[in-house]
């Protein structure tokens, strides 16, 4: 499986981007991490692919949502009222089977490249 992660940028505080990865391959569940200079991987959301079942980290509940395309095979990250904090690089990771949810970096199979998240206050 290959994640072609794109959608990253600069923008303001309190401003929104959208973050796509695109898949090669099924999977059971997919994620969206983050790593800040000097911290270690976080985890951001989680989708499960089938059921839509989604999961997300207290600190972006309510400003960031992820969502899946079947067609296209691609999981987007809506962030909305970014803020500093959340500057960092964005990493869209894949499990290709399991059950239940995971967000641990540990339990993710694949990993795409990162993209650079900038918020500017």
């Known amino acids: 499986v290959q994640l072609q992660a794109s959608g990253g940028g600069l923008v303001q505080t309190g401003g929104s981007l959208r973050l796509s990865c695109a898949a090669s391959?099924?999977?059971?569940?997919m994620g969206w991490f983050r790593q800040a200079p000097g911290k270690e991987r976080e985890f951001v959301a989680g989708?499960?692919?089938?059921?839509?079942?989604?999961s997300y980290a207290d600190a972006v509940k309510g400003r960031f949502t992820i969502a899946r395309d079947n067609a296209k095979n691609t999981v987007y990250l809506q962030m909305n009222s970014l803020k500093a904090e959340d500057t960092a690089v964005y990493y869209c990771?894949?499990?290709?089977?399991?059950?239940?949810?995971?967000?641990?970096?540990?339990?993710?199979?694949?990993w795409g490249q990162g993209t650079q998240v900038t918020v500017s206050s």
């Open positions: 391959g099924s999977n059971y569940l």
């Open positions: 989708i499960i692919w089938n059921s839509g079942t989604t």
């Open positions: 990771a894949a499990r290709r089977y399991g059950f239940g949810f995971f967000s641990s970096s540990l339990d993710y199979n694949y």
